[in-house]
């Protein structure tokens, strides 16, 4: 076939004309970062989200409540702003209204403005609060508590801080801590007028005080640091892990965590882990997981149907929405699985199934018949541990030779979805599923509560607790472990 001269012209014409559309598009859709929203954007941003939110939270369908307290906390914003609102205060807004959802994996994208944050680290001791340098020391060695800030109480500073936490996660110091050192957004949020200083009440803890008067520096969100491996010595191997997606495709790092854990003890930090890869799941199991039952029935068989979900349904899902998460629909499972949950299959469909869809399950591998070593594995926890992360905390603390140190986890193992305000430009993400244990008991948002708790500001003695897994009676009990580490290290 051969084109003219007129053909090759009418081509051209219409690539041309493609090329115009699309440079137009571009023009027409604002993708700027607004520095304010007008009443209508907002409102337009507003129902933008209450729709989302109506159609795809799990955790909405799971307590209506929460989508009526949503629905009232948005016409209050519609009053209290009925001309325009400053974009920070509308992200500020949206914290505090999202907290609503009581979601543990719920995201927002961050503020990229700078806001003042307090020049001096809060620490909980007791019932006090200690003001640190950046060196961890006290900022008036004879006056170390803070009583308040502004003249105001510090207690009052703390209830205000609440407004932009989920009601689940309040008691968490590490939250507690990250929203107290917003100065100017909990001023903005009390009323008070912003400065550029702050004056800081301090005591012995007793009758004595003094004053201190702070400049408050502006900063941004911190940076996370990326996968890390690290030896400190020949007993210990400290090994960071935050990306759980690109461990599934390192060879190099899969090869040093196999040669790690031919070491006595094995330190793994997954306090900023996430991801939806199970290439480390896989790993442990392989390595700490408690060998088979030699004497293995089917009525004493150890079910390997660890977990069951249903996702929020929805026209935007198919019915393998689950299945990337390594779920499968139960009619998939062996004749004696399906028999083995049949009655908390039937439970969990009693209680929801309005809103959700069939029930999946998700199997382990098969468990390892007997292990040669006897090596321990220590695994460092938190709130930041999430997703695939979630399903290796709540797994491991069952074996024997494994130890959970640190925070407990929020229960983020759901599905999330994803979406974007078209004004604003926040984008939001959210859990759309549910999950189960096979006794069918709601594990979404319930956490992993560590063998010993640490927090991460607070120094972990290795030695300790090197010593102590190595005593074979108190490694077979892990209540009394938490409390000798508690003891080793006060005395």
């Not at 990229?112 to 909980?124: A, C, H, K, Y």
């Not at 941004?220 to 400190?232: C, D, G, I, K, R």
């Not at 010993?452 to 102590?468: D, S």
């Not at 409390?483 to 080793?488: K, L």
Request: hydrophobic content about 35%.
């Amino acid at each position: 076939m051969t084109f003219g001269f007129k053909d090759i012209v009418n081509i051209f014409g219409i690539c041309l004309l493609l090329c115009i559309l699309q440079l137009s598009r571009f023009m027409l859709v604002d993708n700027t970062l607004k520095t304010s929203l007008s009443y209508n954007q907002m409102q337009q941003d507003l129902d933008s989200l209450f729709y989302e939110i109506e159609r795809h939270s799990a955790f909405t369908s799971l307590d209506p409540s929460r989508l009526q307290k949503i629905k009232q906390k948005i016409d209050y914003l519609c009053y209290r702003y009925p001309v325009q609102i400053d974009a920070n205060q509308f992200h500020t807004e949206m914290v505090k209204l999202l907290a609503q959802l009581d979601d543990p994996g719920l995201y927002l994208s961050p503020d990229i403005t700078p806001t003042g944050q307090l020049p001096f680290t809060l620490r909980p001791m007791g019932d006090f609060w200690l003001a640190l340098d950046t060196f961890d020391n006290p900022l008036a060695l004879e006056h170390p508590f803070v009583t308040h800030i502004d003249g105001i109480p510090i207690s009052r500073w703390l209830s205000t801080a609440k407004h932009f936490m989920p009601k689940s996660q309040q008691g968490s110091v590490r939250l507690q801590r990250q929203w107290l050192s917003q100065i100017d957004i909990l001023r903005t949020e009390m009323g008070i007028e912003s400065a550029e200083t702050l004056t800081l009440s301090l005591s012995n803890g007793e009758d004595s005080k003094s004053q201190l008067e702070l400049t408050i520096p502006l900063k941004l969100a911190p940076v996370y640091q990326e996968l890390s491996l690290t030896s400190l010595d020949k007993t210990a191997v400290p090994i960071k892990i935050t990306d759980l997606n690109n461990l599934a495709t390192d060879n190099l790092m899969q090869s040093e965590l196999k040669l790690a854990f031919e070491n006595p003890l094995t330190l793994l930090d997954l306090r900023e882990a996430s991801g939806v890869s199970n290439t480390l799941l896989n790993m442990l199991i392989n390595e700490f997981a408690d060998p088979t039952p030699l004497n293995r029935v089917s009525q004493n068989a150890v079910n390997p149907v660890f977990t069951l979900a249903q996702y929020r349904r929805s026209i935007d899902f198919k019915s393998d929405y689950l299945r990337p998460d390594y779920f499968r629909p139960l009619d998939e499972l062996t004749f004696f699985e399906q028999i083995q949950i049949s009655e908390v299959k039937k439970e969990i469909e009693r209680q929801h199934t309005d809103h959700f869809s069939q029930l999946y399950g998700r199997k382990n591998q098969a468990l390892p018949s007997k292990h040669s070593r006897s090596n321990q594995l220590v695994l460092l926890i938190g709130p930041q541990c999430r997703q695939e992360c979630e399903w290796v905390a709540y797994l491991a603390r069952n074996w024997s030779r494994v130890t959970l140190v640190g925070e407990k986890t929020l229960g983020d193992i759901g599905k999330h979805y994803r979406f974007r305000l078209p004004n604003s430009k926040l984008s939001i993400e959210l859990t759309t599923s549910l999950n189960y244990s096979n006794q069918g008991k709601l594990i979404s948002g319930v956490g992993t509560q560590p063998d010993i708790q640490h927090t991460e500001n607070e120094p972990l003695h290795w030695q300790t607790l090197n010593t102590l897994l190595n005593e074979q009676a108190i490694n077979q009990n892990k209540g009394k472990l938490s409390q000798s580490y508690v003891t080793a290290t006060k005395n």
